[in-house]
T-cell receptor
């Protein structure tokens, strides 16, 4: 089991509320990621971080924001939740290993937060 | 466009039977391919990872194969158990990324019946 944690696991909230999804890892990994996943669909990268004070937007446009003040912590915030934000949000972190194919990055996923906006 | 396609979309088998899941990809330049298992409501957990120089890798009852020439991979599960019911996701990484960018398939939803 990877040492990466997400809270809350489930959240039901009304439209317009501000929410923060927490993600923390105890592995000392520099790189961290947020993914969004709808049922039966692939994971889409929405944010990533190379390290402290580094944040970038991913492939899928998202109204959420992230911060990386500490290595182990990578929270995601929605200022005003809407029903279209209903989804599962997965956090991950990665280390790097040298291999014949070059450097590989093993991503470890948290258990996810299932968000429902009513 | 880098893509990962999986088949079948869903599969139902009886406990104790074997099955094979398929993955085709167009990601280039290729670095490695992983198979993840994702239980409902949980995050994906890595089963195997293969670089271009590896063509088979086993993890218990799971055996993954890779043909880097045809850009195809398969995941074979032997003697299936009820706990194998999950989504199996094929994930490919490209060599040029310093981020460790991953390209995900949509997964094959496997259901094992008693």
């Amino acid at each position: 089991e990877a040492d990466i944690y997400q809270t809350p696991r489930y959240l039901v909230i009304g439209t317009g509320k501000k929410i923060t999804l927490e993600c923390s890892q105890t592995m000392g990994h520099d790189k961290m990621y947020w993914y969004q996943q709808d049922p039966g669909m692939e994971l889409h990268l929405i944010h990533y971080s190379y390290g402290v004070n580094s944040t970038e937007k991913g492939d899928l446009s998202s109204e959420s924001t992230v911060s990386r003040i500490r290595t182990e912590h990578f929270p995601l915030t929605l200022e005003s939740a809407r029903p279209s934000h209903t989804s599962q949000y997965l956090c991950a972190s990665s280390d790097s290993k040298d291999s014949p194919g070059g450097v590989t990055y093993e991503q470890y996923f948290g258990p996810g937060t299932r968000l429902t906006v009513t | 466009k880098n893509q990962v396609e999986q088949s079948p979309q869903s599969l139902i088998i009886l406990e104790g039977k074997n099955c094979t899941l398929q993955c085709n990809y167009t990601v280039s330049p290729f670095s490695n391919l992983r198979w993840y298992k994702q239980d409902t409501g949980r995050g994906p957990v890595s089963l195997t990872i293969m670089t271009f120089s590896e063509n088979t890798k086993s993890n218990g009852r799971y055996t993954a194969t890779l043909d880097a020439d045809t850009k195809q991979s398969s995941l074979h599960i032997t003697a299936s158990q009820l706990s194998d019911s999950a989504s199996y996701i094929c994930v490919v990484s490209d060599r040029g990324s310093t981020l460790g960018r991953l390209y995900f398939g949509r997964g094959t939803q496997l259901t094992v019946w008693p």
